[in-house]
């Protein structure tokens, strides 16, 4: 988990380089902090609309519980962003990210696949707009 954060902090001088030249999952630009925010929702709305499983594998009931954690990570992201504090706000976005991979690496997967790496293709985006803050 650290790694991933320390990796994001040293990458963020070059990912707001590259911002820029790179198009987002919503072709949205990187220019203001409004901008950061909405790729931050983005990331909510790829949490919102994916499938949990409660127990992985088999199970066909979805899981409130998982999801509810990860959009309420999103939404403390969110607020981090309005407050200026960038650092906290990717912090927030490294632990989505991690749990992500968690869910999705569990012996039993309790997130769909693709729904998986949606998330964390958006959770990356986000980074690089804040990035470019």
């Known amino acids: 988990m650290k790694q991933l954060r ?28 409004s901008d950061a925010i909405t790729h931050v929702e983005y990331v909510d709305e790829m949490i919102m609309t994916a499938y949990f499983t409660e127990s ?34 990717v912090d927030k976005l490294s632990d989505i990210y991690d749990k992500v991979v968690a869910l999705d690496g569990a012996k039993k997967v309790k997130i769909d696949p693709d729904d998986a790496g949606a998330i964390n293709d958006a959770v990356i ?6 990035g470019a803050q």
Do not use: Q, W
Not at 12 to 33: I, N, R, Y
Not at 64 to 86: G, Q, V
């Open 6 to 33: 320390t990796i994001i902090k040293i990458m963020m001088p070059v990912l707001a380089l590259a911002v820029p030249f790179a198009a987002s999952a919503h072709d949205e630009a990187c220019v203001s902090k």
């Open 56 to 89: 992985g594998g088999g199970s066909r009931k979805t899981s409130t519980s998982d999801k509810d954690r990860l959009h309420l990570k999103a939404m403390e992201a969110i607020e981090k962003l309005k407050a200026y504090k960038y650092d906290n706000a």
């Open 125 to 130: 985006y986000a980074v690089e707009c804040i």
